[in-house]
Nanobody, 120 residues
Framework: VQFVESGGGLVQPGGSLRLSCVASGFTFSNYAMSWYRQAPGKERELVASISRGGGSTKYGDSVKGRFTISRDNAKNAVYLQMNSLKPEDTAVYFC??????????????WGQGTQVTVSS
């Protein structure tokens, strides 16, 4: 199983980024997918989740109204559109598969993640 996250970078406050995660090694369409992030010295936290069919989504309180999660099961990919970025969004962003939309235990080991830095 492999997760390859990409799309991170340095962006000014108020800017936007679109993260991508391409998964392999399992039946992608059978599982919910989530984005998590981890800032230096902090616990990994949930950013957004999407059900296996894409019909249901949920977001962490700090990103509601600014971030949008989506998926393309034909491409084994999940995306995170991030708008109105704030310095506190600075973190390494990871994706993983979950047994269902409400599960909190990831099914697989975490990938390398992609660094997002919001700074002027």
């Amino acid at each position: 199983v492999q997760f390859v996250e990409s799309g991170g970078g340095l962006v000014q406050p108020g800017g936007s980024l679109r993260l991508s995660c391409v998964a392999s090694g399992f039946t992608f369409s059978n599982y919910a997918m989530s984005w998590y992030r981890q800032a230096p010295g902090k616990e990994r936290e949930l950013v957004a989740s999407i059900s296996r069919g894409g019909g249901s989504t949920k977001y962490g309180d700090s990103v509601k109204g600014r971030f949008t999660i989506s998926r393309d099961n034909a491409k084994n990919a999940v995306y995170l559109q991030m708008n109105s970025l704030k310095p506190e969004d600075t973190a390494v962003y990871f994706c993983n598969a979950f047994r269902n939309f409400l599960a909190t235990a990831p099914l697989y080991s975490w990938g390398q993640g992609t660094q997002v830095t919001v700074s002027s």
